[in-house]
Structure formats: structure tokens, C-alpha cells
């Protein structure tokens, strides 16, 4: 599980110091915030992470393609606004809780030319260190292997724990127009679009498939009788949504948000046991009324698949419904007047978190500004 995110000259990120703690993660938190405050830069620099466990570091901010093939997305800003206005270094921490204890990473990465890490490296924090050697080819579990000097093997575990941590990460920013396709059976993954959802619900064992459908319906009513799928010679898929009533409206046809709420309610399920899921506004498209139900559906599912989720999200109702401990795990974000620099804290950890949980109307709090005064 990530427990913490250290963000040194990442995009809105400003230098080390009291002004830019590090960021603290529970099993489920949410990061809230005004327009352009850092919450994505804040998920853009996790999948800075994922992508040095998977390619070079150029390809990273760049985009990486095979056969012609994107197959890792660029980050936002590529090369050019990794680092924060003015620098060209930037350093990203991070300390995760694997099986073999607390482990802290730390790459410090220069985007000027080349784009290198003149640091890399894990330890654990009861001891062992392993530095990450790079090329364009290697996984980095095979390298930290390489370089650490000598190498019992059984130490190095904690160094491939981190990097299965990261591989096995979930990027979610669902988009329904891309969900309404016929996609090839055994479609893999999700996507982080949620593209593939017709496959990935198509390959569902039963049970899991009547838990999507009951999560569906307490969303929709009680019109959702059951998921089919209509599967073409050329082994592509589309799911069907069956009406009680027998109606049947296939995947072109179902609403945005309910197929929002779907690729969310098959990423939890799905993802592996222990996975980290990131997700872009899980709330967008949910009527206000079903907030609830999605706040429901994340404290639900992280606690019981010991999953970890990390969500942006502008809904005040959704804080609103999150239990008093899940709230005080919501991080704010907000620009320091000053400088322009994000600046992040733990509501739990503001002097005036007991009148924002005690209110009994914390959507006006939030809406009005409050928290961004008590930051
Ligand atoms: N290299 C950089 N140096 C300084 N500031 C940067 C850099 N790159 C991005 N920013 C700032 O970060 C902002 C984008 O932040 P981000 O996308 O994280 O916002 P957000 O909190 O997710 O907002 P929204 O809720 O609108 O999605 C930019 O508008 C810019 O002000
Ligand atoms: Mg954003």
C-alpha cells in the first residue's frame, strides 16, 4: 500500500520544505480542491512512477509506442513541464508498506537533454538498499538485481514487491464513448478508459457478475434484471443491459453515467487483491441523489478487497457521505497565495477538522470556500 508521496519540483509542486509536506495515504482517499490547485498532478506523477517501473524515463513524459502502437500514453506536459517553472530536476518520494516492510523510494530525475535519474533507489527501512540501474529494455526489478552489490537475493524482495506494487496499479479516467464498442473477447484489462468493460464482464465468473448487477441496480432502480452479451463470428463483444420487463439496450445505447458507474463497479471487483486504483472523478455523471451510493460502493469494496483507492473528485456530497474516518483521510489541495506552489494537508489534520465533521452541512462548508480559508 502507498503511504506517502513526496513531490520535490513536480509541475505545481514547489522545493522541499514545511510548505510541501508530503502527501498521506489511506486505503481510500480523496483529494479535493479547487480548479488547477494539483490533484491530477499530483496522479500524473503516481503514473510517472508506474511508467519508470515499466519503460526509460524519456519514454515516460514522452509516450512509448511498439509496432507502431501507443502503448503507454504520454504524461501532460511531456518533457518540457515536468518540472516545475524555472527548474529542471525534479524529485519524486515515495513510501510504500509491501509484505516485507516499509520501503522508501526516491528517484530524482533531470529533464534538461536526456531525460535521467542521477538517483534511484529503494530501502527498506529496517535495512537494505537497492539502487535501480536503467535502460530502455529492462524491467526494474531484473536490474535493481544487477546493481546491488553483493545480492542475496532474499534481501532484494522488497525492491520487486515495490515494482509489483506499481506495475500492478489501476489508472482509471473513464470515458463512456469509448465504452459503447464491440472489443475483441479476452480483451485483457479494463483500460484506463474503461474500454474493454463488455469483455472483462463477458470472462466474469457468476458471482461476481450478480454483484455488478446488484451494485447496477441500486443505482438505476430496480429495472437491471441481468448483464448479457452478444459476441459476433469474429469473437468481438458488446455487453446488453436486460431490463426487468425483458427489454434489452446494448452498450451504444445505456446512459453515460450508468456506464461511468459501471467501469468503476468492475475496476474495484476486478482489480487484483492489494492493488492501488487511481481514479479521475469518480463522481462525474452521478446524479446527486446516488452519491451516496458511490461513496457506499468505495468504502464498500476498498475495506472488503483490501484494495487501495486514490480519487480526485469535486463533489462535496460525496464528502459529505464518507464516513468521519474516510473523511479525515481526504487530502485538500490549494495554491499558496505567495508563491502559486500547491499546497496539500490531511483534512483530519486541520485545527478545524471536528466543525467540518460535526457540521451538519458540510457541502455548504465545502462550497463556499471554507475549506480553502481553513487550509
Ligand atoms: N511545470 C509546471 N510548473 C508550475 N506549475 C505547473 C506546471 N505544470 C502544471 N502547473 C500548474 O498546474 C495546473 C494544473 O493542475 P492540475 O491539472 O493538477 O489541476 P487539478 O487540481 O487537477 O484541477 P481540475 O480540478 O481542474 O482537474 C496548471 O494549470 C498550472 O497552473
Ligand atoms: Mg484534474
Known sequence: MLKQLSLTNWKSFGPE?????????????????????????????????????????????RGHSEAGVEIWPPIRGGVVEAAHAGTDTFTLGARWEVPSGHVR??????????????????????????????????PWSRLARVRNDPPPPADLAFADEVGRELREAVFLDIRPSLMRAYRPLNGGHLGTSGENVSPV???????KLADVVDWLSELCGPEIACLEFDVTKLREVMMILVERGGRKISARSVSDGTLRFLGLVVALLTAPTGALLVIEEPDVGLHPSRIRLLAELLENLTRKRHIQVIATTHSATLLAHLSPESLANVVAFGRDADTGDTHCRRLGELPHFETLRDSKNIEQLISTGWLERAL
Not at 498521506?24 to 479535493?32: E, G, I, N, S, Y
Not at 534538461?112 to 539502487?131: K, N, P
Not at 464482464?201 to 458471482?207: K, S, T, V
Open 17 to 61: 520544505g514545511p510548505a510541501n509536506p508530503p502527501l498521506q495515504f489511506a486505503p481510500l482517499t480523496l483529494l479535493v480542491g479547487p480548479n488547477a490547485s494539483g490533484k491530477s498532478n499530483a496522479l500524473d506523477a503516481l503514473r510517472f512512477l508506474q511508467g519508470a517501473a515499466l519503460f526509460s524515463l524519456g519514454d515516460v513524459l
Open 105 to 138: 523510494h526516491r528517484i530524482v530525475v533531470s529533464t534538461e537533454g536526456e531525460v535521467t535519474a542521477s538517483d534511484d533507489s529503494i530501502d527498506l527501512e529496517s535495512g537494505g538498499h537497492a539502487g535501480i540501474a536503467r535502460d530502455s529494455h529492462s
Open 201 to 207: 464482464l463477458a470472462a466474469l465468473p457468476e458471482d
